[in-house]
């Protein structure tokens, strides 16, 4: 996939650019794979508002994605390459031997009749899903298990893909997209490949409306609110923050304060820190 850039006939075109849909090959989700999401824009069951900045956006059906897929020894087809406006990635309709179907997030250089194992007899090729114990160093992995069973949990995103970078015991030590460097059991699972959409993150909206369609209010800076509704606002005319360091809306320093737990039971397989 690459990037489609709009001709400046108007203003809101002059920078927006969108993801050529080339490689889509099915427009209308799976009716069976679908549920509907209600709204809350980020508000809690007394009506006040819990995470800002939610709010409008264009209505979705939720695609159910099989991160786990337990499915095991049994081939699956792809049968289309869909988008998915819950996520960044590209979503794959698997459908397996016995006709059950499946989404799951595609990787890239995924195409529609490649054909899908997991298990631990599954070849090394794109898109099958393997235990860390017989996939090599050094392959790009994603939709990675961090306890044996429960679900792929990392590298889920646009472009993401983790590394193998050596095995030592019962442990494989793994680089993920943050940086961060942990041991992950071996009996874990994880797909090949790296995850599709990579163009993703150059995308440039172009205009405040179709961030709006994304179901995203705008952000005001604190500085420009009244002092009531926030700790750095208030002053004549432009001003400072007026602290020594800056302040959440509620008042708790931010900006480099650490809020994991001093005593997490994952510290020990954390080997290097995410940068």
């Given at each position: 996939m690459s990037l489609i850039k709009s001709k400046a006939v108007t203003p809101s075109l002059r920078h927006r650019t969108k993801i050529d849909l080339l490689g889509i090959s099915k427009k209308r989700p799976e009716k069976g794979l679908v549920?509907?999401?209600?709204?809350?824009?980020?508000r809690n069951a007394q009506g006040k508002v819990t995470v800002?900045?939610?709010?409008?956006?264009?209505?979705?059906?939720y695609r159910i994605i099989d991160f786990i897929q337990d499915k095991k020894n049994i081939k699956a087809?792809?049968?289309?390459?869909?988008?998915d406006p819950n996520r960044t990635a590209n979503i794959a309709l698997l459908i397996y031997e016995d006709g059950e179907k499946r989404y799951i997030l595609a990787p890239n250089n995924m195409k529609v009749e490649d054909k899908v194992l997991v298990g631990e007899q599954a070849e090394l090729a794109t898109g099958n899903r393997l235990p860390l114990s017989h996939i090599p160093a050094g392959m790009p992995i994603h939709n990675l298990e961090l306890s044996p069973g429960s679900g792929g949990k990392i590298a889920k995103t646009a472009g993401s893909q983790a590394l193998i970078q050596s095995?030592?015991?019962?442990?494989?030590?793994?680089?993920?997209p943050s940086g961060e460097v942990r041991r992950v059991l071996l009996t874990c699972y994880a797909s090949l490949g790296q995850?599709?959409?990579?163009e993703w993150e150059n995308v440039s909206l172009g205009k405040a409306g179709r961030k709006r369609h994304l179901g995203i209010r705008p952000t005001v800076r604190g500085v420009a609110m009244h002092p009531n509704a926030h700790p750095?606002?208030?002053?004549?005319?432009?001003?400072?923050?007026?602290?020594?360091?800056?302040k959440s809306p509620?008042?708790?320093?931010?900006?480099?304060?650490?809020?994991?737990?001093?005593k997490k039971h994952s510290?020990?397989?954390?080997i290097k820190r995410r940068k």
């Open positions: 549920k509907s999401q209600t709204k809350r824009g980020g800002r900045h939610q709010g409008g956006g264009e209505k979705r059906l087809r792809v049968a289309a390459i869909e988008y095995k030592e015991g019962e442990y494989a030590i793994v680089h993920l995850v599709s959409n990579l750095h606002g208030g002053g004549e005319g432009r001003s400072g923050i007026g602290m020594p360091g800056p509620w008042g708790k320093p931010v900006g480099g304060v650490k809020t994991r737990k001093r510290d020990k397989l954390i």
